[in-house]
């Protein structure tokens, strides 16, 4: 694989995962920098010789970006979030934008729902997809339900069953796992309408 992501369980408010992706080439970046600051320190350090590249926020909540400023002493990066977002650094990140990473590229794909903020950034190589707190392991977040099941649907479901699904916490009975996996066991990747997706947000906790 030509980007290695590393999976940091951070703490936080609520089992939070932090992420380091690095790229063959050295190319590297922070997803969502939050919770424990010297564990997202210490991967960095361990990663050796990289070129910080990007900080991706997948959403404004608070719980997500606790440790951003600390992130950028040790990982001088571009911050890179949705234009809505309190962080929103100088790209003004587009639905469907490109950022170019290693041998392969970031897409930023623009996913309303659970905030009108989120957004999901898959590796263009379909080898992961940062997913925040629109889809995690067997769930999904807290969610406006007409904007979600839309996101769900149209954004999330077309994508590639190969990418493995690095969430914005630890709530399922593994850490991670792919679309594909997804697909065929997460309850809420399974509605055939609106209604029926209503019927099933009645579960979340
Ligand atoms: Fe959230």
Known sequence: MS???HQLAVGGFDHNFSYLAVAANGDALLVDPTGDAEVICRA????????PRYILLT???????????????????????????????????????????GETAVEAIFTPGHT???????????SAVFTGDVLFVGCIGFCRSKEM????????????????????????????RTLGEEKKLNPYLNCHSLEEFKAELQHLE
């Open 3 to 5: 980007v290695t992501v």
């Open 44 to 51: 960095v350090e361990a990663a050796g010789s990289i070129t």
């Open 59 to 101: 959403h404004g909540h608070l719980d997500h970006t606790q440790a951003v400023g600390e992130a950028l002493g040790f990982f001088p990066a571009e911050v890179v979030a949705h234009p809505n977002h309190p962080l929103a650094g100088r790209t003004r990140l587009r639905d469907g934008q490109l950022l170019p990473f």
């Open 116 to 126: 009108r903020d989120s957004v999901c950034y898959r590796f263009a190589d379909d």
């Open 149 to 176: 099941y839309n996101s769900l649907m149209k954004k999330i479901l077309p994508l590639a069953d190969s990418l493995v699904v690095y969430s914005g916490h630890d709530y399922g009975p593994v850490p991670f």
